[in-house]
């Protein structure tokens, strides 16, 4: 006869354990030692890619047979789309992971990284602008990708907000963490509003389904511009997170130092 | 200059002032962070420097 396993006194209401590479930087000191030895290589890649990117777009890549040199406004206009769309994946990732995993780091990157979403967010918009008034004849238009990054804009604007809003840190990152789970439902919107709907905005010509409707010319340095991009972007959030990592401890430094005043001079 | 070069130029620039505003707020406060927890917490400061040791955990 089988023995029958033991039934486990009480549900189990710890967290599920978090994968083992995530566990290991969950130590504050081990993230501040391992991002300190990234931090400059990172830097130093992004702003040697960048200088190549910026320079190929701007002096190398042909000007476009329509739109003429104003098609240069690409090279940053399109990496920004995707680091917000890409940057807001991230976002929920961390949320998820804080929300799931308690994470302790996940909230404070969640939390830095948000500030970059919403200016890399608004930079698109302001370069969509930019290219879209001589190009189209308007600043802006109520078309649903024009519209649908707004909205992405107020998500950012609404998690980095929100996220600040509580004298409780933890109850400011958990209602963070549940907007950016929700705000998700619009990146997919995002990005098939122009195949869904009848807009002004073109549609995707490189990431689509089969070869970019782009030459080559313009291609690799739109590429190499993105990976720029994406290398400051992922310094400035690692920055940023290792300086909200540095402060906490200073603020529990700063309580305990207090503490300890405070019940030497009480008699 | 044209028109649609000043709508690029425009493009640049805001894009070098926003990463470079972005970059340089997240230096100085790893810098005013460092400097307080050097008088806070010496010990660890040092360890997280290079020699070891878990300081903020």
Redesign the interface.
């Known amino acids: 006869m089988d023995a029958i396993p033991p039934i486990t006194a009480g549900a189990d209401t710890r967290a599920p354990r978090p994968p083992r590479s995530l566990h290991r930087f969950a130590?504050?000191?081990?993230f501040?030692?391992a991002s300190?030895r990234v931090l400059p290589w990172l830097?130093a890649a992004a702003i040697a890619v960048l200088a190549v990117g910026?320079a190929w777009a701007?002096a190398l890549s042909p000007p476009d047979w329509q739109q003429?040199?104003?098609v240069?406004?690409m090279y940053?206009?399109v990496p920004?789309a995707w680091l917000a769309m890409g940057g807001y994946l991230g976002l929920a990732l961390a949320s998820a992971t804080a929300l799931v995993w308690r994470h302790p780091l996940a909230d404070l990157f969640a939390r830095e990284l948000s500030p970059?979403g919403a200016?890399?967010t608004?930079?698109c918009l302001?370069?969509g602008s930019?290219?879209g008034?001589?190009m189209w004849g308007t600043w802006w238009v109520w078309d649903a990708r024009l519209t649908s990054v707004l909205v992405l804009f107020f998500l950012w604007l609404g998690h980095a907000a929100l996220t600040r809003a509580f004298d409780e840190p933890d109850r400011g990152a958990r209602a963070g963490a549940i907007l950016a789970l929700i705000g998700v439902v619009n990146l997919p919107i995002v990005k098939f509003s122009v195949d869904w709907w009848n807009t002004l905005h073109q549609p995707a010509s490189v990431t689509r389904l089969g070869a970019p409707a782009m030459h080559v010319d313009m291609l690799y340095p739109l590429l190499v511009c993105a990976l720029g991009?994406t290398l400051?972007f992922a310094?400035?959030v690692l920055?940023?997170t290792?300086?909200a990592?540095?402060?906490r401890?200073?603020r529990a430094?700063?309580l305990a130092?207090a503490r300890r005043e405070d019940g030497g001079a009480t008699p | 200059m044209t028109q649609h070069w000043a709508h690029v130029a425009v493009s640049y620039a805001l894009a070098a002032l926003a990463f470079g505003g972005l970059g340089l707020g997240a230096w100085m406060r790893h810098r005013a962070a460092r400097r307080r927890l050097a008088v806070l917490d010496p010990r660890a400061s040092a360890a997280r420097d290079g020699s070891g040791g878990d300081g903020t955990a």
């Open positions: 130590n504050p000191g081990r501040l030692r300190g830097t910026l701007l003429g040199e104003t240069r406004i940053v206009h920004m970059v200016v890399v608004a930079l302001a370069t930019l290219w008034k001589p991009f400051a310094a400035v920055a940023r290792r300086a990592v540095m402060e401890r200073i430094l700063e130092r």
